[in-house]
Nanobody, 116 residues
Framework: QVQLVESGGGLVQPGGSLKLSCAGS????????MSWYRQAPGKERELVAG????????KYADSVKGRFTISRDNAKTTVYLQMNSLKPEDTAVYYC?????????WGQGTQVTVSS
């Protein structure tokens, strides 16, 4: 059974940091490109960051470049999202995504709220 389980969300003040984790199981993690998406209330889900299978290539949404860092540990079948200098507009449910060809899997999401 394929599972992606996110953790690390919570409430943080503007300017603060959080590190999200997404643990994968039930599939060959190292062969999937991994991404983080987010969805704010009333908005469409958007790509935040992506990382290639070996972690060599990464991509970021313009809104998070220089503040967020995606990484992965294939031995631990986990992908991370380090979020620094958080802003209220980063408030959203953050989802982990795994893709290989036509095969895609989603996590259940973790809430991130940036507020004073």
């Amino acid at each position: 059974q394929v599972q992606l389980v996110e953790s690390g969300g919570g409430l943080v003040q503007p300017g603060g940091s959080l590190k999200l984790s997404c643990a994968g199981s039930g599939f060959t993690f190292s062969t999937y490109a991994m991404s983080w998406y987010r969805q704010a209330p009333g908005k469409e889900r958007e790509l935040v960051a992506g990382i290639s299978t070996a972690g060599v290539r990464t991509k970021y949404a313009d809104s998070v470049k220089g503040r967020f860092t995606i990484s992965r540990d294939n031995a631990k079948t986990t992908v991370y999202l380090q979020m620094n200098s958080l802003k209220p507009e980063d408030t959203a449910v953050y989802y982990c995504n795994a893709v290989r060809g036509a095969s895609t899997h989603w996590g259940q999401g973790t809430q991130v709220t940036v507020s004073s």
